[in-house]
């Protein structure tokens, strides 16, 4: 850990996406500001994982008093400069939920201080404790603010892990869903979904939120959110007619187009034409994620 000690009125950009200003202290008095740098680096990574569109930190440094003023102990990780309370922002500018932001934590290997609903929020609101503190402190803010809650946020939520995610397509030759592929495992024909030289349908992906672009009907469909809703199997697409773009959150994927090749790897989700695998008008006949 790297603590470095900063101006009241400092605004140095400390990082690609974070500036020192918003990690100042909110009692409203004048005093030096100390940040540790891997608390920064793990902010980025986090951002970067999440394929977030901002992350705001509502609570950064805090001196003694204003730590004891809103009911903490007053030597807590905030007044040493390793921790923020902070939220994260998708593509769409929509919070993203605390426990996405903890298995995110969680995948990137962070193993200090992680709080669940920071301050006892909402899921929703995305409220999340992030500290570099050489501890490991998997909390949940809603029921304790100092206690553990677990070894694991995957247990902890009864998720799988995100190296265990399966996917499928729909080949619209065959008509038929073909074999489940888990993501980062298998190689060669079985590292992806689809038969090369038949288009596909539809996609089915667990846990993570896809949407796809219906060639035929040129545009974009609805938003899906894994593999089921209510217990019912759903997934992205109109049977029977082709794909030509995939845009999948908190992935990196590819496509392979039909009588083509596998196009170039896309890590993150937009209006623009890297924010989306696949070429309109091309059927995509394979998808690769990990």
């Known amino acids: 850990m790297t603590i470095v000690k900063y101006n009241d009125?400092?605004?140095?950009?400390?990082?690609?996406?974070?500036?020192?200003?918003?990690?100042?202290?909110k009692c409203g008095t004048s005093h030096n500001?100390?940040?540790?740098?891997?608390?920064?680096?793990?902010?980025?990574?986090?951002?970067?994982?999440?394929?977030?569109?901002?992350?705001?930190?509502?609570?950064?440094?805090?001196?003694?008093?204003?730590?004891?003023?809103?009911?903490?102990?007053?030597?807590?990780?905030?007044?040493?400069?390793?921790?923020?309370?902070?939220?994260?922002?998708?593509?769409?500018?929509?919070?993203?939920?605390?426990?996405?932001?903890?298995?995110?934590l969680e995948d990137?290997?962070?193993?200090?201080?992680?709080?669940?609903?920071?301050?006892?929020?909402?899921?929703?609101?995305?409220?999340?404790?992030?500290?570099?503190?050489?501890?490991?402190w998997y909390g949940d803010e809603s029921i304790s603010m100092t206690k553990s809650c677990c070894n694991s946020f995957y247990e902890y939520f009864h998720k799988e892990k995100k190296n265990s995610i399966k996917y499928q397509v729909y080949d619209n030759t065959k008509k038929k869903w073909l074999n489940e592929i888990i993501i980062g495992q298998g190689i060669g024909r079985m590292s992806y979904a689809g038969n090369f030289g038949n288009p596909i349908g539809g996609i089915r992906i667990d846990t993570l939120k896809y949407r796809v672009h219906d060639k035929k009907k040129n545009k974009w469909l609805h938003w899906i959110n894994g593999k089921t809703n209510n217990g019912i199997l759903s997934y992205a697409g109109n049977l029977g007619n082709s794909i030509d773009g995939i845009q999948i959150y908190n992935a990196i994927y590819r496509v392979h187009i039909k009588n083509g090749n596998w196009?170039?790897?896309i890590n993150k989700v937009d209006e623009t034409a890297h924010g989306y695998a696949g070429i309109y008008g091309k059927e995509i006949d394979a998808i690769q994620i990990k």
């Open 9 to 25: 009125n400092d605004k140095t950009q400390i990082s690609k996406h974070f500036n020192v200003s918003e990690f100042k202290c």
């Open 33 to 104: 500001i100390y940040i540790d740098s891997n608390l920064v680096a793990i902010l980025e990574k986090t951002r970067e994982k999440l394929n977030a569109k901002a992350c705001n930190i509502y609570s950064g440094f805090r001196c003694v008093s204003h730590d004891k003023n809103i009911g903490a102990s007053g030597n807590g990780p905030h007044t040493q400069g390793y921790a923020v309370d902070c939220y994260f922002l998708d593509q769409e500018r929509k919070r993203i939920p605390s426990q996405n932001v903890c298995l995110a």
């Open 108 to 136: 990137l290997g962070h193993h200090f201080g992680i709080g669940y609903r920071c301050g006892g929020s909402t899921n929703e609101s995305g409220n999340t404790h992030i500290d570099t503190k050489q501890r490991k």
């Open 263 to 265: 196009l170039n790897w």
